[in-house]
């Protein structure tokens, strides 16, 4: 699949390239695949632009573990105890449904203009997939495993490990494939709004400058690592649902 996708990106720059060419636009507009990849190879050796993709990275992968953590745990509570379900989910959906363009800014004053906005912004669109794909794969298991769970008498943290993880994996995994797009989206917004460093703070920077080579090729490097990271998460998914469907 991943082959597959190179073939299309490769065929979708071709086109680019000669659509550029044969229409004659200018650079200023819509600068080509050649120029664009120019722009990447001199902010590389000039702007430190792998030190940038790095800080990006790190806040998506900090904000991931925070949001998969809080998502799991909430969905554990919300199964267990309906009724905290009942009294916290509109808060939770009042949270998710709330732009986060408009939550940004909040953050940067709260938090500063550090990685730590950015972190709890990934970890905020990341939490409602994780945890509603929990929650549907727990609510689903079949009645014999909390049979089985009795009669070992497992503790709830042994449940939750040795039954309920396992068996829920490929809905987590779902809400989990997801959530790589969503903070892909929200650590830029993150660092549009406010930051010092990473391929947000780039893209803005060339945006102040009427710098369409930079724009486009920071958005290029970012819709490419959101697709590597679905990709990742895809085929792990797949992998595991192929081993329940054959235990």
């Keep these: 699949m991943l082959t597959r996708g190179l073939a299309g990106l490769a065929a979708i720059g071709l086109v680019w390239l000669a659509a550029v060419h044969l229409f004659g636009v200018p650079d200023f507009l819509l600068p080509g695949p050649v120029d664009v ?84 912004l990934v970890a905020i669109v990341v939490f409602f997939p994780v945890m509603t794909g929990f929650v549907s794969g727990m609510r689903f298991l079949p009645r014999s495993y909390g049979d089985l769970a009795r009669l070992l008498r497992l503790t709830a943290w042994q449940r939750f490990w040795h039954i309920e993880l396992p068996a829920t994996m490929p809905t987590l995994l779902a809400g989990m494939t997801v959530a790589t797009t969503l903070a892909m989206t929200a650590v830029v917004i993150g660092e549009l709004m406010g930051a010092n460093q990473g391929i947000g703070y780039l893209l803005a920077a060339g945006q102040e400058s009427a710098d369409t080579a930079t724009v486009i090729g920071m958005v290029l490097l970012l819709s490419f690592m959101g697709w590597v990271f679905f990709e ?16």
């Design 232 to 247: 990742l998460f895809e085929a792990l998914r797949v992998r595991i649902e192929r081993r329940f469907s054959t235990a």
């Design 37 to 120: 990849a120019q722009r990447l190879v001199f902010l590389h050796e000039n702007a430190r632009l792998l030190d940038h993709i790095q800080v990006t990275l790190v806040q998506i992968f900090w904000g991931y573990i925070l949001g998969l953590a809080s998502g799991i745990a909430t969905a554990v509570a919300f199964v267990r105890l309906p009724l905290f379900e009942r009294v916290s989910m509109p808060v939770v959906l009042l949270l998710q449904t709330a732009p986060k363009i408009a939550i940004a800014p909040l953050l940067l004053l709260w938090l500063g203009l550090g990685p730590a906005p950015k972190v709890v």
